[in-house]
């Protein structure tokens, strides 16, 4: 292969082709982390209005969420193997203290939930949800490409039917397989760029060069060093070529 110009469907040069890239790879990123993002902040409201949040409280609001806090506790107060209770700790931090509440019920005369509160914390998946949540809204916006809202009807149905957290959390590991610098040329492209003489970048992309005043805008492209020489050609081809903080191929700088 001489160039990347040989792969059929890969439109470096065409702006409409990246919007295309964002719609069909970094929406469905931004709908899916939006999702469990607006499902947690769903039951923290509940949580909220509640009060205390004992579990009594909570299920009074949304009997439905007495699965998620419950979900796969064992009797000695560890979580099985499959537990739908230790996945929504881990996934979006809100959980009950699963011994304290097997402690409590083998307590003759005492109802566990009406003394054990729903607890809140941060998790590693949580910010990698918000992260990449804030990335895909702000790549969606340099494109002018306009995310869809989640309706309460997804909500909802999760609700409904706990098994769609798994398979939520499944579709964004996947999309990130399918947006990842391996599997995605337009991906790959804003990693090769990023530091790289201008003459390697028009060998590699030699469209670049024929429409570099509307890409490097575009693409958030800039010139990151360049030679204090009188030759030009020599000073063109070695000039150091960059991404913008915040552009396009470097949206996730701050």
């Known amino acids: 292969m001489q160039s990347y110009d040989e792969i059929q469907g890969f439109e470096y040069w065409n702006t409409e082709a990246w919007k295309q890239f964002v719609e069909n790879y970094i929406l469905p990123l931004h709908h899916l982390t939006s999702t469990l993002l607006k499902l947690r902040n769903f039951i923290l409201k509940i949580i909220e209005k ?7 409280e909570v299920v009074r609001e949304r009997g439905e969420l007495l699965q998620f806090m419950l979900g796969g506790i064992k009797e000695d107060g560890e979580y099985k193997e499959n537990s739908l209770a230790k996945l929504v700790r881990l996934t979006l931090g809100i959980y009950v203290n699963p011994k304290q509440w097997v402690t409590l019920e083998m307590e003759e005369g005492l109802r566990a939930s009406d003394y054990v509160d729903v607890k809140i914390e941060n998790t590693q998946f949580l910010e990698f949800l918000n992260k990449l949540n804030e990335i895909s809204l702000r790549i969606a916006k340099l494109v002018g490409v306009e995310p869809k809202e989640v309706l309460e009807s997804e909500i909802e149905e999760m609700l409904q039917k706990p098994e769609k957290l798994l398979e939520t959390i499944k579709a964004i590991y996947v999309e990130c397989l399918n947006v990842s610098a391996n599997h995605n040329y337009y991906t790959f492209f804003t990693l090769s760029t990023k530091t790289l003489p201008f003459r390697y970048m028009i060998t590699a992309y030699p469209k670049l060069k024929a429409n570099l005043n509307q890409l490097k805008e575009f693409l958030g492209l800039k010139k990151i060093f360049e030679l204090n020489i009188a030759e030009e050609k020599v000073k063109e081809d070695y000039t150091i070529w960059g991404h913008l ?7 996730s700088t701050n």
């Open 245 to 251: 903080e915040n552009g396009l191929c470097d949206p």
């Open 50 to 56: 509640s009060g205390r949040a004992t579990l009594s």
